[in-house]
């Protein structure tokens, strides 16, 4: 993955163009040119990427100058700090003398998205329910979440938002927390991951287990629970007779992925035995096995398949608000026994999941969110 240049990188680019460095001449000369370094950059939506200008007098002596700043294809600051827009495409980075016409302009390329993520046909997420990091990397309760763990990719440093679960489900749709009351019931109208989805053109369902029927947005039942389920309190859905129909069973999951018939994106709900919320892990382990084991040997996941294995929340940690968790993506193209230390949380699965499937739009905190493009083979 691309990255901006580092303090330490930027000093040793004006090192290298000495010429370049804001200096006075000392006779006095009038600024006849402007210079902007770099040139030219290739940056990753949200990246950012610092410009500096300098003024060159008639004798070739460089000057110290004041420039207004202005440029398309994404934002910059007085200070010259630019940070690419969502758009791929040319743009332009200018420096403008101040009270003076002379000005000189970079180049900007703002690549296709996705952040080095290849594209994925379907991509999948398993949400799993109040557990430490500790109590599940290595430990012998979760043998076959623990065998996609060293096969696949694991990140080392997750971190849940909040407490208690529903915020953390919400972050994972909406890129916000929302509420952090798991009661809550109000339809959201803020963006979403189905908003995206559907103005990407991208069909999804999410497939719960124990859901009372086809298109159920009310409250808990029996092992069911919405608070695991936000999608049906998404205004696009719940609003939506359409969308509504996406709200599945998880029985609908074996049949679609048997008939071919597996939407682009699907977001699975285990109940609250088999999510580890009421009943062990070893549970939660076993219904893994049964249910994503046959998803992962099929020939379509084989193919073009991602597959996200996340915890909502830590049970006893607080760090970064909602306490170090397990997560683990399993796909052909998922760099393999990779293990990062790098920083995450629920905001960059997010992203992941939109950008995986070639969506350039992401809702609230994923839109500036890390991206996740260190799990993925070139």
Known sequence: MRTSITAFGWFALLALIGCEV?????????????R??????????????????????????????????????GTITGGGLYTAGQTAGSYRVIATLANDSLADTASVTVTTGGGGVPRAGHVFIVTEENTNYASVIGSSSMPYLNSLAQQYGLATQYYANTHPSIGNYFELATGQIITNNDSYSTIVTVDNIVRRLLAAGKTWKSY??????????????????????????????????????NLVPFTQFPTDLANGTL????????????????????????????????????????????????????????????????????????????????????????????????????????????????????
């Open 36 to 73: 902007v370094v770099p040139k030219s950059v290739t940056l990753e939506p949200n990246q950012t990427q610092p410009f500096v200008a300098s003024g060159r007098t008639a004798t070739g002596d460089s000057v110290a100058v004041q420039v207004m700043w202005s440029a398309t294809g």
């Open 208 to 245: 719960a287990e124990n859901l009372p029927s086809v298109g159920y947005t009310g409250g808990d039942v029996g092992n069911y629970a919405r608070k695991h389920n936000v999608f049906a309190l998404l205004s696009d859905v719940a609003n939506d007779s359409v969308q509504r129909r």
């Open 263 to 378: 939407p682009h994106f699907s977001n699975i709900v285990p109940n609250l035995c088999n999510d580890a919320h009421d009943c062990s892990l070893t549970t939660a382990d076993t219904w893994l096995r049964n249910n994503i084991g046959p998803l992962l040997a099929s020939a379509s996941f084989q193919q073009d398949g991602l597959l996200i294995i996340v915890f909502d929340e830590a049970g006893s940690d607080n760090t970064n608000g909602g306490g170090r968790i397990a997560w683990v993506v399993v796909g052909p193209k998922a760099k393999l026994s990779y293990q990062s230390t790098t920083l995450y949380q629920h905001q960059s699965t997010l992203r992941l999941i939109l950008e995986a499937l070639g969506v350039t739009q992401y809702p609230g905190a994923a839109a500036t969110a890390p991206a996740m493009a260190e799990f993925f083979t070139p």
């Open 22 to 34: 804001p200096s006075r001449s000392g006779n006095g000369s009038p600024v006849v040119q402007i």
